[in-house]
DNA sequence: ACAAATTTCGGTCTGGAGACGGAGTTTGAA
DNA sequence: TTCAAACTCCGTCTCCAGACCGAAATTTGT
């Protein structure tokens, strides 16, 4: 049976060394290289064409979901292993619309990794259980966060609570009237199920919608 | 010269391996063992007596604070090198506490991390530059963080804030009067310098005060 | 033991927050 | 074209939030 090829893309060196020494170990495995960020993953890809990839997704020069989906968009067949240490909404669901086709945690023992490269090569997924209540709660509609429902406009009013305004300041912000304003906020207060724009500038925090994020 | 007894603490197994793959090819350190929790790190030390622990710090048995403070304080010449993904205060300042000796981030490279090996053996510390960023802020007494000339009872107020609850909510936790909570938050809004109640739980959301974390 | 800080509570007052109802305009989908 | 949703704004009303003032009881530190 032919070898599996497989690349890793991290941007911590000592993760990288610490899948490469197991991995140099598998019979069944043949190691092509690594990467310490997206943009070098896209090309070293492109040389390479590996079977699977190992891929980070926080890294600085260009990050773990666009690398996925260019190389992808040239290598489809490429199976890409998301392995990271994070298993929120912000991560888990733009790596699969990316084109990830599993997703293991920095948790997992090298014994779940290898098996996991393997699953890849044959076409099976596997999930980190932690990801997949994510993947599971995310397919009940009734259950999905509240602020989905939100319009556009009641979005950016939701952002501007986050940062502690009052209706004036919002008003100047957005270019609108206080009347308008107290209008939006009722709706979200009512929309997001909770009592006062306090609650609400907390639910923003918390889920993190904000201006910019890192 | 004596080789250095270096010892590894990680819940993550692949980091682990990725360690000790290059510390076994340093002639100068002798590679003890490895510890995956804060609790098995407190036995491990028992018995290998290392001159170096690196110390990871969110662990599910027992974290990385504790298991420092508990190794010190029979092992008090043990230099613990923490070797962590994070750097926010939350993490820096109980770290130091517990009596770490250096502080590194995973982002190192090997080099980093054997260089402050040698370093911590011969008693110097290895400070990573982000984490040096925040220590040498907090010893400018009027720009650290303002919620600490908060009172217990202020403290605790803010954490209710902090949970969008409103002043009749807060006194019913806290089996006061409204007019002590109004006190209260009067008191926790001049003194974060902050315009209303929104704004105080923002501040207590994004610096972690809450009752119980992660 | 004494001074200082903390915690507690009272009264009063102003302003903003939010609910509720109504209404005009625009945009996009059926 | 028609209709629903989204965005805009108005008026009114109630109530909580917060400022400001004072003050007593308790705890803490020296």
Chains 1, 2 share one sequence.
Do not use: W
Not at 12 to 31: A, P, Q
Not at 73 to 101: M, N, Q, R, W
Not at 176 to 187: A, D, E, P
Not at 194 to 207: E, G, L, S
């Amino acid at each position: 049976m032919q070898k599996v090829k497989v690349m890793i893309v991290d941007d911590h060196e000592m993760v990288r060394l610490g899948i490469k020494s197991y991995l140099l170990t598998e019979d069944g495995i043949e190691f092509l290289g690594e990467a310490k960020s997206g943009n070098e993953a896209v090309q070293l890809a492109k040389i390479y064409k590996p079977d699977v990839i190992l891929m980070d997704l926080l890294m600085d020069d260009g990050n773990g979901f666009d690398a996925t989906e260019k190389i992808l968009s040239f290598h489809g067949s490429c199976k890409i292993i998301i392995l990271t240490s994070y298993y929120d909404d912000e991560k888990v669901f733009p790596a699969i619309e990316a084109g990830a086709h599993s997703y293991l945690l920095k948790t997992a023992s090298a014994e779940e990794v290898t098996s996991a490269i393997y699953k890849a090569a044959k076409g099976e997924a596997v999930i980190a259980s932690k990801v997949a209540d994510k993947m599971m709660t995310r397919f009940r509609p009734q259950e999905r966060k509240p602020h989905e429902d939100l319009t556009t406009r009641e979005f950016e009013v939701l952002t501007c609570l986050g940062e502690g305004m009052t209706n004036q300041e919002i008003s100047e912000v957005l270019y609108i009237g206080i009347k308008t304003v107290k209008t939006h906020v009722s709706n979200i207060l009512s929309k997001l199920g909770v009592a006062d724009r306090t609650q609400a500038a907390i639910y923003a925090n918390r889920n993190g919608i904000l201006y910019k994020k890192e």
